[in-house]
């Protein structure tokens, strides 16, 4: 059976709702905030800025019929304000970017016109929302509240506007609007294609050695017939890079039977069948597949109307599924055996167990307002779930005695201080204990005192949080793994990897060194075969490798003549990078993702940055504990470092007679970098701006206020040439600003208006300062 779009989302909607962290109730909120929508004055009006936005990623008639226009009045429309001529949107790339579209129509559509351009019921963008990798909280956790937009003839006044902007654009982009030579996703194709030059890497002293899919789609993949987020070429390629695993994010209700309301299982056996299919196809390249689980999920309290023996803790409008309870108790287990039974080839699973979705009663911390887990401690309940989990694995695999039982992977993820030391002697012998290695590291940048949580590629790991728990592990028989990010880190997920590879080499002779297993090379992003994953399994391969013979042999490999040359601009990269300012805030909430495509503005936006999502202009969120001053000298460090090794690289190499793949693998090689600098110069552009504008709307002095105009004046001149440069970058690189559980942070449109806004800034808004003074 083969389902529609409509039809798994559907089914999926169903088996989840409920289930998740955001509140129920959250759709119908997002419907009567009325928080305004930022205005958009560098456009003629809000149409011409919906137009302007989803050019190029949303078909010329979808556009025509959510605004109640005839094609022929878009097209003229665009005509008249520079965008190019429409090309064709496949529905491929439709559903590779629906998350793309979602974010930069949040401030302009109300959720009815955003229904009727994605092509959408409520039900499916409400299911998107909660379901894809908590993309609500990414975009703040509220609607803003917009007008319709409507289809209307241009009046004298717009005609005016329509004149500035089309005068703008052909001062600006001389040769035209800035294009995607390389088409959106055309990175999906060449990694669908097998390796030419298959390196058969030697088997590691680490194992697993797994991580995710550089282009999954989130949702209910195995449920989604028409996008194969594992063609057989990238399977093939992942082996290459030295990976032996990929993991799926699951959801049990939706895998398996639920026996309470057996309707939100509706396609079960569809996603198990599946399920071996993609086993059986990734096991043919060495590739084992790993399932995440975080469950038993919340359930709406409607449910527990009708089981109400089954109700753990309340939160909102859901509760728990309480794991104390033996009915519940059963489920897990019954799920997880008809998991292993019908698909006995899995590689394991691996378990979150505090934080996350709302699981069991303690994995919020609210275990106390519960009548049965008050009365256990929160490590008797998280150690017990997993002893679930892997009762219920062996009994699958009882029928198959020739199979290699699947791993347990128990991540102490959010666990609080103390609880390790209690849950680990109580897990399961034939658990392996997983830690975010780099977790509690001590740091200073730039004279800020710091401790690392996880995603950090500036920090070399392992941290003393980790170390302590796999001496616990080892200590009661476990198996340890530690959760890296070995190519990128939400640091910079814009990125495909970042090439400060001394770092990643540093970490993982470290690790070896811990004597650790196993390795999770990250999570939803880091999963492009990557020069950093050669690098890891090279430094897995042999005990006495060093790091700087790991990355030559990766490099003289990639670049040929031109090895000793990046190998050095690796080092640098590494010294640079390594300055940093990391603090969880800072990686959640700075701009860093958007780059110079985030907007500025005349006046405070009032809006919170949201977790990897939309950065606004909050300062204050961007910076976390670093003085201001600070944030931006140590942005500014790291993208020096890079762009001055850049200029080096580019030297040393530029006479090499390199083989045009060498010669193109190098252009990408150092078109990541600069991405990365331009990225991190514009996050201090943008903090120098708003710190300098927010000073302006009080400095009373004529002669300060001078200076602020004139600095402001030179940050926006500045911001300019780097969404320009972003842009031509972008358009040879569809790899460029793009992250899975993201989709495109940016297009060359974005870069395209972000230099129209600052040319409305530098053109109306700094003139009528200047009057003033």
Not at 46 to 67: E, I, Y
Not at 128 to 133: G, H, R, Y
Not at 492 to 500: F, K, L, R, T
Request: aromatic content about 10%.
């Amino acid at each position: 059976m083969t389902l529609t779009r409509k039809e798994f989302l559907r089914s999926a909607t169903l088996a989840t709702a409920g289930l998740l962290a955001i509140p129920s109730s959250f759709a119908v909120a997002s419907r009567s905030v009325k928080k305004q929508a930022l205005a958009l004055s560098h456009f003629p009006d809000r149409l011409h800025a919906f137009l302007w936005r989803n050019w190029g990623l949303v078909p010329v008639d979808r556009l025509a019929a959510v605004t109640g226009a005839k094609p022929a009045d878009i097209l003229k429309l665009a005509a008249t304000i520079g965008l190019p001529e429409a090309k064709p949107v496949s529905p491929d790339q439709m559903q590779r970017s629906y998350l793309t579209v979602i974010r930069r129509n949040w401030h302009l559509l109300p959720r009815e016109q955003m229904l009727e351009l994605l092509g959408w019921t409520d039900e499916e963008l409400t299911f998107t929302l909660q379901e894809d990798d908590f993309f609500y909280i990414k975009l703040g956790s509220l609607k803003p509240d917009c007008e319709p937009i409507r289809f209307r003839a241009s009046s004298v006044e717009i005609q005016k506007k329509e004149k500035w902007l089309l005068d703008v654009i052909r001062e600006e982009f001389r040769t035209g609007l800035p294009q995607h030579r390389e088409p959106l996703f055309q990175f999906v194709k060449e990694l669908s294609k097998a390796p030419e030059n298959t390196v058969k890497q030697r088997p590691s002293g680490f194992s697993p050695r797994f991580g995710y899919a550089y282009f999954a789609l989130f949702g209910d993949p195995l449920l989604q017939p028409d996008i194969d987020p594992y063609p057989e070429g990238y399977l093939a390629q992942m082996a290459a890079s030295g990976m032996d695993g990929t993991w799926l994010h699951i959801v049990l209700s939706k895998l398996t039977p639920f026996p309470w309301d057996p309707a939100l299982s509706e396609h079960w056996e569809q996603r198990l069948e599946n399920l071996g299919k993609l086993v059986s196809k990734a096991g043919k390249h060495g590739i084992g597949i790993y399932l995440y689980l975080n469950e038993p999920r919340f359930m709406p309290l409607a449910f527990f109307e009708k089981h109400p023996e089954l109700k753990g803790v309340q939160i909102g409008n859901q509760a728990a599924l309480c794991t104390s309870h033996p009915a519940v108790q059963k489920y897990l287990v019954d799920s997880m055996a008809t998991i292993t039974s019908r698909v006995p080839g899995l590689a394991g699973f691996f378990s979150i167990t505090a934080s996350e979705n709302h699981t069991h009663c303690w994995s919020h911390g609210k275990g106390a307002e519960c009548p049965r887990c008050s009365k256990r401690s929160p490590s008797a309940v998280i150690a017990e779930l997993n002893q679930l989990y892997l009762e219920g694995i062996n009994q699958g695999m009882a029928a198959h005695t020739q199979q290699k039982s699947p791993a347990l992977i128990a991540w102490d993820w959010g666990w609080q201080n103390g609880w390790a030391e209690e849950i680990i002697p109580a897990l399961p012998k034939r658990a392996a204990l997983m830690s975010v290695s780099e977790w509690d590291l001590e740091i200073n940048r730039g004279g800020v005192k710091n401790k690392v949580g996880e995603y950090s590629i500036s920090s070399v790991g392992p941290g003393p949080r980790a170390l302590r728990h796999w001496a616990i592990a080892r200590k009661n028989g476990l198996k340890t793994i530690a959760k890296i990010q070995a190519g990128c880190t939400w640091e910079i997920a814009a990125v495909p990897y970042i090439p400060a590879l001394e770092n990643v080499a540093r970490h993982a002779e470290n690790l070896r060194t811990a004597q650790v297993d196993g390795l999770m090379l990250g999570w939803t992003l880091g999963g492009y075969p990557s020069p950093n994953l050669e690098v890891v399994a090279e430094m897995g391969s042999s005990s006495t490798i060093t790091g700087q013979e790991a990355m030559h042999k990766v490099a003289k490999r990639r670049y040929g003549a031109a090895g000793e040359a990046v190998t050095k601009a690796w080092r640098q990269f590494s010294k640079g990078f390594s300055e940093f300012p990391y603090h969880v805030g800072v990686v959640y909430s700075a701009p860093l993702q958007a780059g110079p495509s985030n907007l500025l503005w005349s006046n405070p936006t009032g809006y919170k940055a949201s977790m990897v999502g939309l950065a606004y202009d909050d300062v204050d969120s961007w910076r976390a504990n670093y003085p201001v001053e600070t944030f931006i000298s140590q942005m500014q460090k790291v993208a020096d470092t890079f762009q001055d090794a850049l200029a080096r690289l580019r030297q040393e190499t530029d006479g090499l007679n390199l083989p045009a793949p060498v010669r193109k693998a190098l252009t990408d090689e150092t078109g990541v970098a600069e991405t990365l600098a331009i990225h991190y110069s514009s996050v201090a552009n943008q903090t120098s701006f708003v710190v300098a504008r927010d000073k302006l709307g009080g400095e009373k002095d004529k002669r300060k206020r001078a200076e602020l105009v004139a600095l402001l004046e030179g940050i926006l001149r500045r911001e300019i040439t780097l969404a320009k440069r972003m842009a031509q970058l972008q358009g040879d690189d569809s790899r460029l600003g793009f992250e899975a559980s993201n989709h495109y942070f940016y297009v060359c449109n974005d870069l395209a208006e972000k230099v129209i806004n600052c040319r409305d800034l530098l053109d109306h808004w700094l003139p009528e300062v200047a009057k003033a003074l």
